[in-house]
């Protein structure tokens, strides 16, 4: 049993439904994020729980941040 925090199905970026498998009671191999490509956990921001996922589009924003070596001002 993987136990998920208060807020699983909220991405912590943006307060978005990050569309999480394993918040919704699915399998964890049916999640969008087993298809995405992420940034270093060095680029995410430190105050993330490490079981919170992030929703697509901050996945997004963050890979296409560390591509130009860009850093977040959240």
Same mark, same amino acid.
């Given at each position: 049993?993987?136990?998920m925090h ?34 270093p *956990?060095? *680029?995410?921001?430190?105050a993330i729980?490490?079981d919170s996922?992030?929703c697509?589009?901050?996945a &997004?924003?963050?890979r *296409? &941040? ?6 977040r001002?959240?």
């Amino acid at each position: 049993m993987v136990l998920m925090h208060p807020n699983a199905s909220l991405c912590p970026l943006c307060q978005q439904p990050n569309d999480c498998a394993l918040a919704a009671r699915r399998e964890g191999d049916t999640c969008w994020c087993h298809h995405q490509e992420f940034v270093p *956990k060095a *680029k995410i921001p430190q105050a993330i729980a490490p079981d919170s996922c992030i929703c697509q589009a901050c996945a &997004e924003a963050l890979r *296409k &941040e560390a591509e130009q070596g860009m850093k977040r001002l959240d």
